[in-house]
């Protein structure tokens, strides 16, 4: 079965550089989200976004911000990047309020 | 918001053996209770759930066990084996309105050969 898809899967920047993470949902998924899981950490909640609107917000900087797009694909933008960015992201999704499935995550590593 | 608490944080089994992991939330109008299994270098892989108008299921060798009243909820592995070995987070809704998840601070579980 299709899986959510992220890109790129590793990812090198410095310090007050921008970022890019693109996310793939599951086919006929309509809601994305995303986690930040530092090392020996669990996730946690970003953002959501339900037919492409903003559905919840959690601890995200205001430094980070998000969209999902017209055909439900999300990306996470990530500006003047310090090194406590360093972490893994994930993407989940769903259909509607169903189980949220992860996808493989993204490895920032801020330099 | 929720809050969840699991225990414990590490757990080692010989191989065969049951692994139990047990988790308490804080909000009573919780009621979607997922468990996931992370692999290292891996995303958490959802490997079963429970609503809160079931107090229990089956999935092969894992069960979840819901008690509402106490708000907690358990995870069981029976026969484990090698490839079972893993970090497990539980997890609970953040409110009720959406679906944004707070996770648990994950069981390391070893399984020895």
């Known amino acids: 079965a299709a899986g959510v898809i992220q890109s790129p899967r590793h990812l090198i920047k410095e310090k007050r550089e921008t970022a890019t993470l693109k996310c793939y949902p599951i086919?006929?998924?309509?809601?994305v989200y995303w986690y930040q899981q530092g090392p020996g950490q669990d996730p946690q909640f970003l953002i959501s976004?339900?037919?492409?609107?903003?559905?919840d917000k959690g601890s995200i900087p205001d430094r980070f911000s998000a969209q999902q797009f017209s055909d439900y694909h999300s990306e996470l933008n990530m500006s003047s990047l310090e090194l406590g960015d360093s972490a893994l992201y994930f993407c989940?999704?769903?259909?509607?309020?169903?189980?949220?499935?992860f996808g493989p995550g993204t490895r920032l590593t801020v330099t | 918001g929720e809050n969840v608490e699991q225990h414990p944080s590490t757990l080692s089994v010989q191989e065969g053996d049951s692994a139990v992991i047990k988790c308490t939330y804080s909000?009573?109008?919780?009621?979607?209770f997922p468990w996931y299994k992370q692999e290292l270098g891996k995303g958490p892989q959802l490997i079963i759930d429970?609503?809160?108008?079931?107090g229990e299921k089956k999935d092969q060798r894992i069960a979840v066990t819901l008690n509402k009243t106490a708000k907690h909820f358990s995870l069981h592995i029976t026969e484990t084996q090698p490839e079972d070995s893993a970090v497990y987070f539980c997890a609970a809704p953040n409110n009720n309105a959406g679906n944004m998840l707070t996770f648990g601070g994950g069981t390391r579980l070893m399984v020895k050969p």
């Open positions: 909000d009573s109008a919780s009621n979607y």
């Open positions: 989940a999704s769903s259909l509607g309020r169903g189980g949220q499935y």
């Open positions: 086919p006929r998924h309509d809601t």
């Open positions: 429970i609503r809160s108008n079931v």
């Open positions: 976004f339900y037919e492409k609107m903003q559905s």
